[in-house]
């Protein structure tokens, strides 16, 4: 198998996914029962006080306005606020609740009841409403009664979840006193809690089978930490089988979810995944950071394709390259929060921390790699050419152990380093690693690579936020390209191509998506209309979120200067020069001389790296792969804070973007800082439970929402730059915290300003980001806190920029749509197959209809369940295709043809999706035999076209591969049969 060939991830297994709630035993599960129950009761009080506030302070406002401006965007809230409150209470005159919550209730108290049709419910709510609000006579306003009924039966509710929560936890105790493992409770296996994995080293390991269920792996999320605690230490039994942890990867943790396993099927591969160590082997050694550990272990889960031709003995692993110069730097004292602004300081920089080499005869392609405690980025570069074309070079180099190796003599193809070899500690040398990966049967695997074609790519709103000194004009030039999108959706064949993701050089395209491109005519389909209306109000809303489409943005790899990586492995030469200067960069992607704005997410500061672009024939021979090649003697790793593991960069060559971004990036200096340092400790349950809990607590994604409200909602200024520069020590420390439990002590003077400039909603352009509700975030306008100058910050302006017009389908684009087409049999009429199999074909378009319908909930089931929606939708669309071919026993292109049948001549719906996904593949190769006259194999993942001679279906290696199954089964169901007469 060719790197440069990888197909995609088709393979999945499915596993069960469910909460700590499902270990209790009767009594205590009985008690969380009550507890949620409380809980959700508790909720619906909040809401309700919270809803009346809102409705309260409108209200107020509409009272005491005098200004005629004002009054119809206060009434208009107002009016707002007042459906959802209605909605709540379950009656449409919320008039009538101010009037019997004023002095005027008793008078109308009757009359109100006499005309309500939900009196129970309602009436209820309107006697909490009585004394919730009190009417102050002298301001002419409402107020809230912090002592109504209401409050009083939330703080009943309150106080008996927290006696619950006691009982909870003594009855807890108890159990846990008995040290024995707890039982999964049965109800916890069911169809709601399953959620799909890509395949990985650890999913083929442990045998799972692709559309089946597999119960040697769990996946729980941690609701109580006691129960966790329980869980870790003693382990759990489902049906007579123990289970035990195995290990939580960094996305895990910040979801509070672990990876739990068949014990004994742990055990017998084990040594596989671990390449030979195990828990005790590395205590032995001096232990490991626990959550260091957690995410090496949970590498086997990567999703991946094997790659069977990586040979261990063709590679080897060296020390990494580090060098040390002098730069300016913004440097923040960690611990009092000081700034030295402007300073020189040596910094140093590993320029291969995460990156090696590999020869570009066994890869043109950078990839991202995966074996047991390794990962990183391989990055194609002639070192063996190198070597041979530098009289100096000296081919023998010394390993991280010190072994010397002769990579020409020794045939080395793959280098290594330090920083991608995890573990390396913990093995004798590389001999030692060598001889477990081998008997061990451990697997080389590929979990991401280079694309063949790169599309433009959409810049996010962080990116744009830092630019606050953009002009309205330039925000609106950068935009043209999106907004011309938006504009020609309904009548440029090129632009609809485009958006749907089916241009003629785009990788990977779905089956509809290849569809549209080779039978255009497929617009005319209310699918595809409905399709392109979805996809237009999707570009809008992204759009005015920050999104836009820039021509000339890729998206890339981050790879360092090899050739002053092998100056320095092969020549001794402590500081290389190497082919790139200070400020250079080279991607062959973009021309010689040309300005690009590199960039990187998250993008918290002003990381705006513009950089000259250094592209030649000279250059172009070490340079192989389409990666962006940065320069040794640049801090951009630490402007940008990127790894070369396989993060990638966002490039914008756009002339008019570089220019805005350097005129911003003017006295901005990259930012240093010391941060904790991971400690190594013994592992055991104890500690595994500690340093999870640990982890929990930190959130992520906090310290860039502070980041995006300073700037979105205030003006950018030295004060608030230095606030960011605070942030942004914060987030990385909080990035790092599961593996250092290491957070900065923010000082008390530098909270309360930080808190001063954070208080209030996040910035208007929420809404469209996040869908934060209207009165969630700030108004579109804000002002000048000096000037009391109105302002709209950068983004913002982006939702009067970017237009919300209605599709207008010109229906002339292309010539009219057959339905026929997508048929292998034009002849194949609505009522069945040439009139013989009515009622099967009713059979097969029942029991479509049947599943499509099932699905939504499916997938709405499993999303709660916290999997991801892409990952579900395929699953559920795998599992309807086989229902439908298993329960109808149909062939798949004669289901095909009476689906297609009934939804596209028959009642003719929008609604195809379900479809495409399905049956997509026969679909496409019909299209493709009556526009194309081209005949593809029927194995449904080839692409290989066969000739078009009678009878002749598969192409000639899936014929062969199907002989091989068929004397294989043959033989079995022959030898099956001698032993049953023996």
């Excluded at 991830?9 to 409380?38: M, P």
């Excluded at 005309?115 to 009190?134: H, P, V």
């Excluded at 920083?419 to 001999?431: C, E, L, V």
């Excluded at 000259?612 to 940065?630: A, E, H, P, R």
């Amino acid at each position: 198998m060719k790197l440069d060939n990888l197909k995609l991830l088709n393979y999945q297994a499915y596993v069960y996914s469910f909460g700590t709630e499902n270990f209790y035993n009767d009594r205590e599960f009985d008690l969380h029962t009550q507890k949620i129950a409380l809980e959700a009761q508790r909720v619906d009080y909040n809401k309700f006080i919270s809803l009346v506030k809102d409705y309260v302070t409108s209200f107020n406002k509409v009272m005491v306005t005098n200004k005629k401006d004002d009054l119809k965007s206060l009434e208009s809230a107002l009016l707002k606020k007042q459906t959802k409150l209605e909605r709540y209470i379950g009656y449409s005159k919320l008039d009538k609740y101010i009037e019997v919550c004023s002095i005027y209730y008793k008078t109308n108290k009757k009359e109100f009841n006499r005309k309500s049709r939900k009196i129970g419910e309602i009436k209820d709510k309107i006697n909490c409403l009585d004394d919730m609000l009190i009417f102050n006579v002298k301001k002419s306003e409402y107020k809230i009664n912090n002592k109504s009924r209401l409050h009083i039966r939330k703080k009943k509710v309150i106080k008996q979840i927290a006696e619950i929560k006691t009982k909870l936890t003594e009855e807890s105790q108890k159990v846990d006193e008995k040290g024995l493992p707890r039982t999964l409770r049965p109800l916890a296996i069911n169809d709601s809690n399953v959620i799909s994995l890509f395949d990985s080293s650890l999913i083929r390991a442990i045998g799972a089978n692709d559309n089946k269920i597999c119960e040697d792996i769990f996946i729980i999320k941690a609701y109580g930490n006691n129960m966790l605690k329980s869980l870790i230490k003693n382990g759990f039994t489902y049906n007579g089988v123990t289970y035990t942890y195995i290990f939580s990867s960094a996305g895990q943790i910040r979801n509070r979810k672990s990876v739990w396993i068949n014990s004994e099927k742990y055990n017998s591969i084990e040594s596989q995944l671990m390449c030979g160590l195990n828990k005790n082997i590395i205590n032995q050694k001096g232990g490991i950071n626990i959550n260091k550990f957690n995410a090496y272990s949970a590498l086997c889960a990567t999703a991946s394709t094997p790659w069977p031709e990586f040979n261990i003995h063709k590679a080897i692993v060296v020390d990494d390259f580090e060098t040390t110069f002098n730069t300016k730097v913004d440097y923040i004292d960690s611990d009092t929060y000081e700034i030295y602004e402007d300073v020189e300081k040596p910094i140093t920089i590993n320029h291969v921390d995460g990156a090696g080499m590999i020869l570009p005869s066994l890869s043109t392609k950078s990839f991202q790699f995966r074996l047991p405690h390794f990962k990183g980025l391989l990055v194609p570069f002639p070192f063996d050419k190198f070597i041979e074309e530098h009289k100096s070079a000296n081919p023998k180099v010394k390993d991280i152990y010190g072994k010397e190796w002769d990579v020409i003599k020794e045939g080395i193809e793959i280098i290594f380093t330090k920083s991608q070899f995890k573990m390396w500690k913990f093995y004798t040398d590389w001999t030692d690693y060598k001889r477990n990966f081998i008997q061990h049967t451990c697997e080389a695997v590929i979990c991401n690579r280079e694309a063949d074609v790169f599309e433009d790519k959409t810049i996010s709103y962080q990116m744009l936020q830092t630019l606050n000194d953009m002009t309205t004009n330039e925000l609106s030039q950068l935009s043209s390209k999106t907004i011309g999108n938006i504009l020609s959706l309904g009548n440029n064949i090129e632009v609809i191509k485009e958006v749907l993701g089916a241009e003629d050089d785009k990788e990977d395209k779905y089956p509809f998506q290849q569809a549209i491109n080779i039978y255009p005519n497929l617009i005319h389909d209310p699918y595809t209309k409905n399709t392109l209306k979805k996809k237009k109000a999707s570009l809008v809303k992204s759009a005015k979120a920050g999104k836009l489409l820039i021509p000339g943005s890729k998206r890339t790899y981050i790879a360092p200067d090899l050739y002053a990586f092998c100056e320095w492995l092969f020549m001794d030469v402590k500081q290389p020069k190497g082919l790139l200067k200070n400020g250079e960069i080279s991607c062959s992607l973009y021309d010689d001389n040309l300005k690009i704005d590199v960039l990187r997410s998250p993008h918290l500061y002003r990381e705006h790296c513009v950089r000259v672009n250094k592209v030649n024939d000279y250059l172009g021979q070490w340079f192989i792969s389409k990666c962006v090649y940065t320069s040794i003697r640049d801090p951009i790793s630490k402007q940008l804070m990127f790894d070369v593991d396989g993060d990638e960069g966002l490039l914008i060559s756009d002339p008019l973007f570089v220019k805005v971004a350097e005129r911003h990036m003017k006295d901005i200096r990259p930012l240093e800082y010391k941060l904790g340092k991971a400690k190594e400790e013994e592992i055991n349950n104890n500690n595994i439970y500690e340093s999870l809990i640990a982890a929990y607590k930190m959130n992520i994604g906090e310290y860039s929402n502070l980041i995006t409200k300073i700037f979105g909602n205030h003006d950018v200024n030295e004060e608030t730059l230095k606030l960011v520069k605070f942030l942004c020590l914060e987030n990385n420390a909080c990035i790092d915290f599961a593996k250092t439990l290491w957070m900065p002590e923010r000082p008390p003077e530098v909270d309360e300003i930080i808190r001063k400039y954070i208080k209030g909603k996040m910035p208007h352009f929420f809404k469209y980001a996040n869908d934060f509700a209207n009165d969630k975030v700030e108004g579109l306008i804000r002002k000048n806190q000096d000037t009391e100058a109105e302002k709209i910050s950068v983004v913002n302006q982006l939702d009067n920029i970017i237009p919300s017009k209605r599709i207008v389908f010109d229906e002339s684009i292309v010539p009219p749509f057959d339905y026929k087409i997508l048929l292998s049999d034009k002849s194949f009429g609505a009522e069945g197959d040439k009139g013989n199999k009515k009622e099967d074909n009713k059979k097969i378009i029942d029991l479509y209809i049947k599943l499509n319908v099932e699905k939504t909930k499916k997938v709405k089931d499993e999303v709660k369940n916290g999997s991801n929606k892409r990952k579900v939708e395929l699953k559920v669309y795998k599992d309807i295709r086989k229902e439908l071919l298993d329960v109808t026993g149909e062939k798949p292109q004669h289901v095909t043809n009476v689906l297609v049948s009934y939804l596209y001549n028959q009642i003719k719906t929008e609604y195809k999706q379900t479809l495409w996904y399905c049956f997509g593949e026969e679909i496409l190769k019909n299209i493709e035999m009556n526009v194309l006259g081209i005949k593809r194999c029927k194995n449904r993942y080839c692409k290989e076209e066969i000739a078009k001679e009678k009878g002749k279906q598969y192409c000639a290696k899936c014929a062969k591969e199907n002989e091989r199954i068929r004397k294989m089964k043959y033989k079995k169901k022959v030898g099956a049969k001698i032993k049953q007469a023996i």
